[in-house]
């Protein structure tokens, strides 16, 4: 894998793990319970949910490998007066990648109950 596949991919999962917990932080000040135990119970739940977005992302980087080369000189993009779309992303490949996974992160945790209900079970048995 080329290396700045697996440097996006690695901004994915620190993005995802970032959100992750933080919004487990703030859940489990208002539950009143140990940050480590919160942690824990949260990625037992959810942990499919992260191996999914691991190999989606994984397949997104697959077939992006078709349009976008980004062993172009990220230096050489941003001499340029005007840039694409496509150049943009190439440019700024890992934040997109950083963004894309914090993003997903976030709605995941509004959404999904799984982690939230293994936290206030946790709080239930304490």
């Known amino acids: 894998m080329d290396k700045h596949y697996a440097q996006a991919l690695l901004a994915f999962l620190l993005a995802q793990l970032l959100m992750a917990s933080i919004n487990v932080y703030f859940f489990q000040k208002k539950k009143e319970i140990e940050y480590m135990v919160a942690v824990k119970a949260y990625m037992k739940a ?4 992260f191996i999914i977005g691991f190999f989606g992302a994984l397949c997104l980087i697959f077939i992006l490998s078709d349009f ?3 062993g172009v000189n990220r230096k050489d993009l941003l001499s340029k007066e005007t840039l694409t779309h496509k150049e943009k ?3 700024y490949f890992k934040t997109c990648a950083l963004l894309v996974g914090a993003f997903l992160q976030a709605i995941a945790f509004a959404v999904r109950k799984k982690g939230k209900a293994a936290i206030e079970k946790m709080v239930d048995k304490g």
């Not at 959810?46 to 949910?49: A, L, R, S, V």
């Open 46 to 49: 959810e942990i499919g949910y």
């Open 68 to 70: 976008l080369d980004l």
């Open 89 to 91: 992303l190439q440019a």
